[in-house]
């Protein structure tokens, strides 16, 4: 459930950097689904471990191109989004670093690869979108604390499931610590 | 077979690309086998059903190497590609955007996932090849129509199998319907 | 192991670019995972043969972290590591060209996948991180003798499996010729 949300976050993003490169509707859609569900595609693809999420659940498609659709009709910014929209993009951000990292250790994992593959999932989408609009990913771009926010969420998770804590105890930590070291990085600048 | 005939003509183009790049003959080597193996190689990466084709199949990688190597001895521009080929550049896009639908059905998928994996099929192995000689991907730049036209035989593939036809009822319904399209759109600029 | 070592060598060198594009330490370890560890995930994605050995053997993740932090500490640039690594550099390509092809040959794929899949290992991890901080892939950069070489060691490893040849055999004749071939080239310029 939580996922889904980071994908319709994750898709609206997606649509802004369409409309800078003023894109028509199918650029929407193209950038918007590569933005909402590249994260997940890139770790499922990792973790050989069935096919991806993003094409068994008949939801993730749907919820990708609504926020797409959405971001064409809403016409905001790329610097609107950062203004007006960054909380929601920070909870996206520690949610899919935790779902990655849960998904990763159920698969039988071990810690370090379910916080690199926590991590991957929460930025990839962003970096592949990047990638295919010729500019260098925001992550590898100055923006070391965006990787590192998720770093921390992915290891709450673990940390936590190592403990013997349920899975929702560490999701729900994690996301709390990242969204704040997040929301206290946007503050400094 | 059909599907071969995609290999071939991608990696005829992408040695055009090595050649504006003044490549030597392994370079057109490997954006030749990146044109003609890429979009099929994602989508069964994406798909998890298996080795990908290109790896089990054994005239994937001879066929995308003499393609490769033709675009080398012919000395033709991406300017001469565009002029004469243009027939032959719809019709693989047509192909192998049916069978990408075709083969995500086949594995088990619904209809969305299949449109997606269809559309991957037909534009992956150009972006993939865009990306590496680091230019925007056609597909992005403009040309959205491109993906469109890859988005619509994929799209009629799915009907046709839903409608319960025969998969090479749709896959000629459909690779009719693109051509048409695709040269329509060619012809207006 | 041989494969481990190519894993820290080319963490090593990926910190290299992390230094010249003054990033910090984080930067360092993102781009020394991609630069270690890229190629053999790219390989064991096509492979579809059970989730890749950079998560299941628990030393991959560490050895690239060490790597990538060394990298940190010992600030030399990617001019010294021309210098002064080449030697390792080459060693390491021609191990995991030879490494990656035969992997292939035991997953049960025929020799050319095996050729194809050990020079994507051999030149995989470097070609992504150059994507990621957006230069042309120094593969696909006139440094055509690079893959040249990967080509050559994965061909020797396959030509001796084929021969009935233990695997050592293949693996340390190709990694001789390809090492041989590749300080020649450096000589020459």
């Known amino acids: ?19 800078r490169r003023e894109m ?7 950038i918007g689904t590569v933005s909402g569900l590249g994260g997940g595609l890139i770790r499922d693809v990792l973790l ?3 096919p991806p999420l993003a094409l ?20 905001f910014t790329e610097e609107d989004w950062n203004r007006v929209f960054y909380v929601l993009d920070a909870i996206a951000l520690c949610v899919w670093a935790a779902a990655g990292a849960q998904r990763t250790l159920a698969a039988g994992l071990g810690w370090l690869p379910a916080i690199l593959l926590g991590t991957i999932t929460a930025v990839g989408g962003g970096a592949t979108r990047d990638l295919l609009v010729q500019r260098v990913p925001a992550v590898f771009g100055g923006n070391g604390l965006y990787a590192s926010v998720a770093v921390l969420v992915a290891a709450v998770q673990v940390v936590c499931s190592g403990l013997g804590a349920p899975t929702v105890v560490g999701t729900v930590l994690g996301i709390l610590a990242g969204t704040l070291l997040r929301l206290v990085a946007y503050r400094r600048g």
């Open 1 to 19: 459930m939580l996922d889904l949300i980071g994908v319709f976050i994750n898709a609206l993003l997606g649509g802004s950097v369409a409309r």
């Open 24 to 30: 028509d509707l199918f650029g929407y859609i193209m």
């Open 48 to 50: 050989q471990h069935g």
């Open 56 to 75: 068994t659940n008949p939801l993730y498609i749907p919820i990708a191109l609504a926020g797409a659709g959405l971001a064409f009709l809403l016409k």
